[in-house]
């Protein structure tokens, strides 16, 4: 005796595979594109860590901290920046009623993911240094 009844189908159709496709495609094409501004965004976090700690025991002038920092980025694969545009996003500043100065980074970086669409990564970042000259 033969079974005629409608056996139930699993799996995926054609058209479910090429939708999942090409959505797992876009998110890895989109993490390829942000993984590197992060990347960068973390070793520049941790240069400008690493020199605020070491330059709050000996007040270095701005000079003397951005020369820090791109030996840092040198160490870190960070190539950005030259050493002059860098020195004109650093700030140095003093502290408001404080001899402490306040060391801030801003920038700001576009990194296209494709046509006219493009990731756009707004850097604020600011330590808190000994007294020492500001410029």
Known sequence: MMHTGHKQQRGVSLSGLIFWCVLLGALAMLGMRLFPLYNEKMKVDFALEKVAKDASSSGQSKYELVKAIMKQFEVSDVDRWSTVDFTKLLHVEKKKNSDAR?????????????????II???????????????
């Open 102 to 118: 306040i060391m801030s980074l801003d920038y700001e970086i576009r990194n296209p993911i494709c046509c006219n669409l493009d």
């Open 121 to 135: 990564l707004n850097y604020h970042n600011a330590h808190e240094l000994s007294a020492g000259p500001v410029e």
